[in-house]
């Protein structure tokens, strides 16, 4: 099993609608948990992190997390042609210091 | 503030010639990285330094050796270049191990023919 599975897509949906990225986790000691965004040709960037159960806001994103289930996911609200982009999900091992990351996702947000 | 600085950012080999790349952070950061990204791959660890003198394998580490120069520097070094390495190669730093914002330069696009 991988350390850190996501779907690679193509996801499309409309422009203003809810797109809906997933990610799930092998490691039960993980503690912290990322998401970036990558736009064709440039470097990944930070866009959230989550460290508690439970969901974390920030504008037109949202993280969720649940542990228990080992599943963190994003939410971005009122999608724009903008946020097209490969989404990476990262979760570190408990206590270790290798930065995984999963296969991410390819967002497609159509007018 | 230049943050994360790779060099090349791009590179042709033959295959069997070597070749280093250097990668160089200025925000004081314990630990860095070097991926490697390929189509439908994601980005995949190669080696890891979580701090100055130590130095990891990570997921891919095979035809590849790194060198923690000092806290700044951080070098992959591909000794015999093979077809099978041409990919888009990541340097990244992060404050303290794998549990902080990690910060990305910008990529080297290597092509080993």
């Known amino acids: 099993q991988k350390e850190v599975e996501q779907n690679s897509g193509p996801l499309s949906v409309p422009e203003g609608a809810i797109a809906s990225l997933n990610c799930t986790y092998s490691?039960?000691?993980?503690?912290?948990f990322f998401w970036y965004r990558q736009y064709s040709g440039k470097s990944p960037e930070l866009i959230m992190f989550i460290y508690s159960n439970g969901d974390k806001e920030d504008g037109r994103f949202t993280a969720q997390l649940n542990k228990a289930s080992q599943y963190v996911s994003l939410l971005i609200r009122d999608s724009q042609p903008s946020d097209s982009a490969t989404y990476l999900c990262?979760?570190?091992?408990?206590?270790?210091?290798?930065?995984?990351f999963g296969t991410g996702t390819q967002l497609k947000v159509e007018l | 503030n230049a943050g994360v600085t790779q060099t090349p950012k791009f590179q042709v080999l033959k295959t069997g010639q070597s070749m280093t790349l250097q990668c160089a952070q200025d925000m004081n950061h314990n630990s860095m990285y070097w991926y490697r990204q390929d189509p439908g791959m994601g980005l995949r660890l190669i080696y890891y330094s979580a701090s100055e003198g130590t130095t990891d394998k990570g997921e891919v580490p095979n035809g590849y050796n790194v060198s923690r120069l000092n806290k700044r520097e951080f070098s992959l070094r591909l000794e015999s270049a093979a077809p099978s390495q041409t990919s888009v190669y990541f340097c990244?730093?992060?404050?303290?191990?794998?549990?902080?914002?990690?910060?990305f330069g910008q990529g080297t696009r290597l092509t080993v023919v």
């Open positions: 490691d039960r000691g993980s503690q912290s």
């Open positions: 990244a730093s992060t404050q303290t191990g794998a549990v902080t914002e990690a910060f």
């Open positions: 990262a979760v570190p091992p408990g206590g270790g210091n290798k930065l995984t």
